[in-house]
């Protein structure tokens, strides 16, 4: 035996009382493919990864000054979209996926850099 109430199907048995949903609440399964796109290691991926290694490498731990030696990076050897970002400074959240921001610690050394 069976009734409907509040368009919700209910089953009676001898012992407990089954519900249920109606077609549209109900899970259904399809299958579904997905097409991956293909990807190369080190021609289309992780482009900005790599250029991001490629300057922590080359700057952290090193000081930013005018003049390049052991301990400092020359500025005029960054790249022309360069931020350098000093602790508590304020930024623009603007993305700008060529601009290379340098995080400078509370020594002035660069602490680490981001693609941003």
Do not use: C
């Not at 012992?15 to 609440?25: C, G």
């Not at 991926?45 to 030696?69: A, F």
């Not at 022309?80 to 290379?100: A, C, H, N, Q, Y």
């Amino acid at each position: 035996m069976f009734f409907i109430k509040n368009n919700i199907h209910f089953f009676v048995t001898r012992s407990r009382i089954q519900h249920k949903l109606p077609l549209q609440y109900q899970p259904f399964h399809t299958k579904t493919t997905f097409k991956m796109p293909l990807v190369v290691p080190g021609i289309n991926s992780g482009g900005d990864k790599s250029k991001t290694e490629e300057w922590t490498q080359k700057l952290v731990g090193k000081k930013i000054g005018e003049s390049h030696d052991a301990t400092t990076f020359a500025k005029t050897d960054l790249p022309k979209e360069t931020r350098v970002i000093e602790p508590g400074s304020m930024v623009t959240k603007d993305f700008k996926p060529d601009r290379l921001n340098v995080h400078l610690a509370e020594d002035g050394t660069v602490s680490h850099v981001d693609h941003q």
